[in-house]
């Protein structure tokens, strides 16, 4: 219900056109399917030019921190739920965070590697 009112709610508290309907949903759908991705679109092209929704790493950070997420960033602004996000450089520090982590991680299983 709280991802669907905003989607559908507009619609229907505008009465927009059908068109119009069908634009937004294909907008909406299209950012929640690269939120969820986990991936990061922003050094793409199309992340350059603005086409891309690039908060994946917000709504990653969401899942694997569990600090809270709204689902929009001027809520968890207005919330104090991104305080976490912020104080660790928010994208470009989540990413730099996960980059390391991965680094970790290949080190790790490399090691495990050597003693078998």
Known sequence: VANQFPTVGFC???GQHPLVQCIWMVLRLTQTYEV??????GDTWAGKLGLT?????FHDHHHTENL???GAEHLDWLFGTMDHYVSIGEEEGYLKRRQEFGKER???EASVEKEE
């Open 12 to 14: 229907l508290l505008t």
């Open 36 to 41: 969820h991705s986990g991936y990061h679109f």
């Open 53 to 57: 929704a690039n908060h994946a790493s």
């Open 68 to 70: 809270g997420n709204f």
């Open 106 to 108: 290949k080190e790790r």
